[in-house]
């Protein structure tokens, strides 16, 4: 073993030690550093469907598996999955137990954020042509793991610093994935491909416009791009048509309504925008498995059974 692999590994066993130390048993917790949130798990789980938020998250201890459409990724210690959009993924603990619980850290950036670093630091892509679905994995860099070292440090340190520095270490992190030894592939993944093909713009359309009855004209027109086209490239990208992409935002968000317990099921069927039961009904069972009550009912009783809260895992990485 290198010395530069020793040190990556002495790394990332600091990082398990300082996540280790935030009192919760599993679920998601949110630190005192705004981008960042911590994962855990302690045993496999059954796949689940969710919404990855923009962002990257860091597996330090046990695997996971992601499944986009047919192809399945594995990843484990050391590595991360990232997108610049929301993108809908299924996904599951593969590794993970009492003892030794799958520990992740989530540290969410806007694709702006990304492209304000890359031109002040003067870092290009290599131009790769090639559309590239909207959520990837990689392997982090020393340099990358040792700052988000920093940042759990300065939660852990003291409040007002964490707030003060927090932005130019999140500045720091994203240099430092634009330049370590998948940097190419970061950058190119949120950064040229989706704004050169316009679907940025269009999947942010879709995003604001969800609950809204939106046509594939009205989405190509927000992407400055023709239907045909529209349609071939936002499917490379997320795997999903345009409809597609908007029926799943809708079902996950109404399924994070309904487990906050505040709505009833008509009531948050026509919030997300469907204007028939049935419909919506049909839809929720053929995407979760189960009706809404029963999918609802399901997820509260297994729950207290792990004794915890309800919660909806929107990031499911």
Excluded: W
Excluded at 70 to 81: E, L, S
Excluded at 256 to 265: V, Y
């Amino acid at each position: 073993m290198t010395h530069r692999m020793e040190e990556r590994l002495d790394t990332l066993q600091r990082l398990l030690h300082l996540s280790s130390a935030y009192p919760f048993a599993r679920g998601i917790h949110e630190t005192g550093i705004s981008f960042v949130s911590l994962l855990k798990a302690d045993q496999p789980s059954t796949i689940q469907s969710g919404i990855f938020q923009p962002g990257i998250c860091v597996v330090l201890q046990g695997d996971k598996t992601l499944i986009i459409r047919n192809n399945t990724y594995h990843y484990g210690v050391g590595d991360y999955i990232a997108s610049n959009i929301d993108m809908p993924i299924k996904g599951q603990v593969s590794q993970a137990t009492y003892k030794m619980p799958y520990i992740a850290i989530r540290i969410s950036f806007s694709t702006d954020e990304i492209a304000t670093v890359a031109l002040d630091a003067k870092i290009k892509g290599t131009g790769e042509n090639r559309l590239a679905e909207g959520a990837f994995i990689g392997r982090m860099g020393i340099e990358a793991l040792r700052v988000i070292e920093r940042l759990l440090q300065l939660d852990a340190e003291s409040s007002q610093a964490a707030a003060f520095l927090q932005s130019s270490v999140k500045q720091e992190l994203i240099f430092r994935l634009l330049t370590d030894e998948d940097g190419s592939k970061f950058y190119n993944n949120m950064l040229l491909h989706h704004d050169a093909a316009g679907i940025s713009k269009a999947i942010h359309y879709v995003k604001l416009n969800f609950a809204q009855s939106i046509s594939v004209d009205d989405i190509a027109q927000a992407g400055g791009i023709s239907p045909s086209t529209l349609h071939h490239k936002f499917k490379a990208i997320t795997s999903l048509s345009p409809i597609q992409y908007q029926k799943q935002l809708r079902l996950q968000e109404a399924r994070r309504i309904l487990l906050a317990g505040d709505k009833h099921i008509t009531t948050t069927a026509f919030e997300v925008g469907y204007e028939s039961m049935t419909q919506f009904s049909r839809e929720y069972k053929r995407f979760f498995g189960q009706s809404p009550l029963k999918d609802i009912r399901a997820i509260r009783v297994q729950a207290k059974t792990d004794g915890m809260e309800v919660a909806y895992g929107e990031d499911i990485m």
